[in-house]
């Protein structure tokens, strides 16, 4: 089982900047694609961004696409999501999960392997 623990949650203002860390066990980078996942009050999962193992690309949904960006340290057995711009519909709880972009729109816990407690980003002026 992988253990994922989430920070750098917090409130801020419209506009400003947050940057997320997942630390993982292991060499999880390594071996599996890795998600951030968010989950706002009252609605269901939204997949954010996967980074991939390799070559370590990158994809984005398009809520987030040109604000935010994934990324890894290996050395460090750290992912980041750095948010820029943000907005009140980004408040939320912040996951990060083992796997890649679910197949489907609707999303479910099961798309993905192992999660983290997460982190809480509140964005309101």
């Known amino acids: 089982q992988v253990q994922l623990v989430e920070s750098g949650g917090g409130s801020v203002q419209p506009g400003e900047s947050l940057r997320l860390s997942c630390v993982a066990s292991?060499?999880?980078?390594?071996?599996?694609?890795m998600s951030w996942v968010r989950q706002a009050p009252g609605k269901g999962l939204e997949w954010l961004s996967a980074i991939y193992t390799g070559n370590g690309s990158t994809n984005y949904a398009d809520s987030v696409k040109g604000r935010f960006t994934i990324s890894r340290d290996i050395a460090k057995n750290t992912l980041y999501l750095s948010m820029n711009d943000l907005k009140p519909e980004d408040t939320a709880m912040y996951y990060c999960?083992?796997?890649?972009?679910?197949?489907?729109?609707?999303?479910?816990?099961?798309?993905?392997?192992?999660w983290g407690q997460g982190t809480q980003v509140t964005v309101s002026s």
């Open positions: 999960a083992t796997g890649g972009q679910p197949p489907r729109s609707v999303i479910l816990p099961a798309d993905f392997g192992s």
């Open positions: 292991g060499s999880t980078f390594r071996r599996q694609p």
